[in-house]
């Protein structure tokens, strides 16, 4: 990623990392849990492993201070000469979100505090208030002695700061009082404008004073709840911040700097923790067994999972790892996944055979530069006691070791291939916190038939879910980006993302809206999804007819929307939608082909009336709906805006995402191969399906152009396919079979093959042409996903709290 933005994190110097050169495959090693010394053993095991890099030390500040000032810093150093006497580079964790027994009962005031204030009870982890004066006094110092201890060591290349920030909302009152101060400054110091803002006068909460503010615990003010998730977000921040700071004075320039960022935490901002690191690190765990089947359930169901796990199927792996690229742009590392079953003792789902495999593949073509297995060894105690490790609790070698072990060979043999890929990617969807964070409070729909108080507070997730696993199923990559990564430039906007899917943006500026429509005139296919444009900045609902600043633009207005208690189908026009006036050409069909845009709508729906715009597909016969467009596209200057009224189920937003594909991106006979669609039955009726349901497709540049292909087969049957183009298949081993365009390639059961093909004749991104046959554009490589210039100055969706 190339970046001028002096505040970014691409300010400070660029460092070569490890695994630049060498890719990076390894575990979190924690030689203290062993009851027995066996740390020769597990060196040789994971050295025939081909283990490259292992975390250490980031779980134990009461072993590196046992009590109070009192130090034992040496009890790591055989775990580094024997990681250094094998090859395997080490990074070492700052102990700080895991505080010993002595630090809470000698400082209570640093506990927790949860939002009845009262302190969160002491046993689990990350209970401890990071902001305060006295953690952060402690924790420098331990940080500190552990850096100077082992900053010198030559198995030492990089360190983890901190671990899966922002777990739980800091109440505390020092943190209140900040929040009360940011305010302050944030208006200016004129408690009367915040009222105006907030709209105070509602239910007689006007201030007259901002230490009036009254506690998060009794809030029911929208605009509080946002600008309180913003605040705790910058609290996280400000950590990682501070700890990265502290440690890149102390080390080596060429030592690297990230952290653990589980994407899932309340509160944090995914798109700006990782801005001060010098890589972003993700936890990525998955639904494994029939978890990542495809095609898998069309519901969002996590088989395989814990509950903590949203959704499943085989686009889930990718969509964590689009997420962790989004964070900086660009490459980064995976710090944790699985190794076998996740979670706890009712958790026990085993990934099945080829699945590891099948993952690690996922996540080198998406861009991850290092895979870490959490953990190394299986504890035998601990609430992690059924969390399995790479070995399990006998420590001998047994299905997960050796499969695990078989993919460090081949990354071994392939590492000339596979170092520095850089994902291609045919979309870019455009997610934003605050959203979300506006979302949750006030959700668009209740959580399936559960009549819930306010609603169902995964709904933003929800619906960007459904985006993400159909452009999956389509066989588009996507790359996810905020709002303030966006470049300043429309047309380059334009360049990088012939596709800008909006998903979801209840929280908007008006620059930042006005930049969306500039991306459209500029020639771009603006996606809006529901929920768009409808607050500003504070959560307040804009007095305008929406979706407001994008009405025109759009061709659409709505003046109510509804949600949809069951799966409503939705596909070809209706005429009852409005005129479709304003010279809007009509989408070409191929003669006699079934319809573009099929399937259901799920939840919610905006009731979307054309003015202008095309309606591409309608709710049919359905008594209410039927009068509303579902699906719309207008013109707008060079480009294109396309509506989607409704939360698609998956058969519909993978239709749709192959209308965009065909009326706005390159033909890709890679994708019209893999994700293609098979022949209509006999009379044209019958379900739309793919010709090849079991098989996906990933593509990624190496670093001399040419282009690795990764095909998976998530099934238990073997699954072939004919090769696309003319292209080389790289086996495990090492080894080449050349194949020629249309030869079988044939994967077994949870298989991967692996092929290259030769540089493409143009880097050219495609622009977004008008949605007809005779305006497709000619066939061109894919965007790069990884190299974006980021401006200094571009519109956000939010402001500072």
């Known amino acids: 990623m190339t970046a001028t933005d002096p505040t970014s994190s691409a300010a400070h110097p660029v460092r070569t990392a490890p695994w630049d050169e060498r890719l990076g495959f390894g575990a979190a090693y924690y030689h203290e849990y062993h009851l027995s010394d066996r740390l020769d053993e597990d060196m040789d095991l994971m050295a025939a492993a081909g283990f490259t890099l292992i975390r250490v030390g980031e779980s134990v500040w009461s072993t590196w201070e046992p009590s109070e000032g009192v130090f034992d810093l040496d009890w790591l150093e055989p775990v580094l000469d024997a990681a250094h006497a094998r090859g395997i580079d080490v990074i070492i964790g700052t102990p700080t979100y895991a505080v010993p027994p002595w630090l809470r009962i000698a400082y209570p005031e640093t506990a927790l505090e949860l939002a009845t204030g009262a302190p969160k009870p002491y046993g689990a982890r990350q209970d401890v ?203 980064f590392v995976v710090t944790e996944t699985n190794a076998t079953n996740i979670g706890f003792s009712a958790d026990q789902l085993p990934s099945w055979p080829g699945q590891r495999r099948q993952a690690v593949w996922t996540l080198l073509m998406r861009g991850a530069r290092m895979v870490e297995y959490w953990h190394w060894h299986t504890n035998r105690f601990g609430v992690e006691t059924y969390w399995s490790g790479v070995l399990g609790h006998s420590l001998q070698p047994a299905r997960a070791y050796d499969e695990l072990a078989a993919v460090g060979a081949e990354l071994a043999a392939l590492r000339e291939d596979v170092t520095g890929l850089t994902p291609l990617s045919d979309v870019a969807i455009l997610v934003d916190a605050p959203s979300r964070w506006a979302i949750e409070c006030q959700p668009p729909f209740h959580a399936g038939d559960t009549a819930t108080f306010f609603g169902d507070r995964d709904a933003s997730e929800k619906m960007l879910a459904q985006t993400y696993r159909g452009l999956f199923d389509a066989g588009l990559s996507a790359d996810i980006v905020a709002p303030h990564q966006l470049p300043e430039d429309p047309a380059a906007m334009v360049r990088e993302h012939p596709v800008l899917i909006v998903q979801s943006l209840y929280i908007a500026s008006d620059a930042l809206l006005a930049h969306l429509v500039a991306y ?83 939840w919610y729906a905006d009731c979307l009336e054309t003015e202008g715009a095309e309606v591409l597909a309608g709710y049919g016969d359905d008594p209410f709906l039927g009068r509303f467009a579902a699906v719309t596209t207008a013109r707008c200057g060079e480009g294109r805006v396309t509506t989607i009224g409704c939360v698609p189920d998956r058969p519909l937003s993978a239709s749709l995402a192959r209308w965009i594909a065909r009326t706005s991106l390159p033909e890709d006979p890679w994708r019209s191969t893999i994700a293609g669609l098979a022949p209509a039955p006999e009379g044209g009726d019958g379900p739309v399906e793919r010709a090849h349901p079991t098989l996906s497709h990933s593509a990624a540049r190496l670093r001399d152009g040419r282009v690795l292909h990764a095909l998976h087969n998530w099934s238990w049957e073997p699954a072939e396919v004919g090769a696309p183009t003319a292209c080389t298949r790289r086996q495990p081993d090492g080894t080449s079979v050349e194949l020629a365009a249309g030869a079988p390639i044939v994967l077994g059961p949870w298989d991967t093959a692996l092929l290259i093909t030769d540089a493409p004749d143009s880097d050219a991104a495609p622009r977004s042409p008008e949605p007809s046959a005779a305006s497709r554009p000619s066939a061109s490589p894919r965007t790069t996903g990884t190299t974006r210039t980021t401006s200094t100055t571009r519109p956000t969706g939010t402001e500072e709290s």
């Not at 995914?270 to 495809?294: K, M, R, S, W």
């Not at 499943?312 to 964590?320: E, F, R």
């Not at 607050?535 to 025109?552: K, M, N, S, T, Y």
Request: aromatic share 8%; charged share 20%; glycine share 10%.
């Open 520 to 602: 459209a005139e500029a020639g771009g296919h603006l996606v809006l999804t529901p929920r768009t444009g409808v607050a500003d900045e504070d959560a307040v609902v804009r007095a305008e007819v929406l979706p407001g600043a994008l009405r025109g633009p759009a061709g659409v207005r709505y003046t109510e929307s509804t949600a949809v208690r069951r799966p409503t189908a939705v596909g070809g026009a209706h005429a009852d939608a409005g005129p479709a006036t304003g010279g809007q050409a009509p989408v070409e069909e191929a003669a006699g082909s079934r319809p573009t845009i099929a399937g259901g709508a799920l």
């Open 129 to 331: 208030d990071y902001s305060h004066p006295t953690f952060r006094r402690l924790a420098e110092r331990v940080i500190a002695k552990i850096v100077e201890r082992y900053r010198e060591h030559p198995a030492v290349v990089g360190w983890q700061v901190d671990n899966e920030p922002g777990l739980a909302l800091i109440h505390n009152e020092g943190a209140f009082r900040g929040f009360v101060e940011s305010l302050r400054k944030r208006f200016g110091g004129d408690v009367e404008e915040l009222n105006r803002r907030w709209g105070l006068v509602y239910w007689s909460h006007r201030l007259t004073d901002f230490d009036e503010l009254w506690r998060p615990e009794g809030n029911t003010t929208p605009s509080y709840d946002l600008a309180w998730r913003r605040w705790q977000a910058e609290l996280s921040h400000d950590m990682i911040r501070w700890q990265t700071e502290l440690v890149r004075s102390l080390v080596p320039e060429h030592h690297v700097i990230t952290t653990c960022i589980a994407a899932n935490q309340s509160g944090q901002d995914v798109t700006v923790i990782a801005d001060p690191l010098d890589v972003a690190g993700a936890n990525v765990y998955y639904a494994a067994q029939e978890g990542l089947a495809l095609p898998g359930p069309d519901e969002l169901h996590p088989m395989g999972a814990p509950a903590w796990i949203l959704w499943s199927g085989a686009a889930y792996p990718s969509y964590l790892a689009d997420v962790a690229r989004g964070m900086k742009q660009g490459p």
